[in-house]
């Protein structure tokens, strides 16, 4: 039984960073795939960014260049470390792992004030 649980939420001012991480546990596998989604009030879930086993990365184009996606496969934890942020990247931040199997965090508020 797989637990995802995130931390590095909180409020920030824009323009400001902070740094998401996602640690698994309660599972003997490593993942092909972890991922970042978010969700913003009245929005559908989008992903964010992704990251493969080998190190391979995609983002969202919102947020090309400003976030940059990492694991440590030793310690079974992804992060999402973001920088230059806006308000508009304000929405509860989930974390993703995908085969084996496809399980989710509870989420983590990230806040950006103008």
């Known amino acids: 039984q797989v637990r995802l649980v995130e931390s590095g939420g909180g409020l920030v001012q824009a323009g400001g960073s902070l740094t998401l991480s996602c640690v698994a546990s309660?599972?003997?596998?490593?993942?092909?795939?972890m991922a970042w989604y978010r969700q913003a009030p009245g929005q559908e879930r989008e992903l964010v960014a992704r990251i493969f086993s080998g190190g391979t990365t995609n983002y969202a184009d919102s947020v090309k260049g400003r976030f940059t996606i990492s694991r440590d496969n030793a310690r079974n934890t992804v992060f999402l470390q973001m920088n230059s942020l806006k308000p508009e990247d304000t929405a509860v931040y989930y974390c993703?792992?995908?085969?084996?199997?496809?399980?989710w965090g509870q989420g983590t508020q990230v806040t950006v004030s103008s």
């Open positions: 993703n792992a995908n085969f084996p199997g496809n399980s």
């Open positions: 309660g599972s003997a596998s490593s993942f092909k795939l």
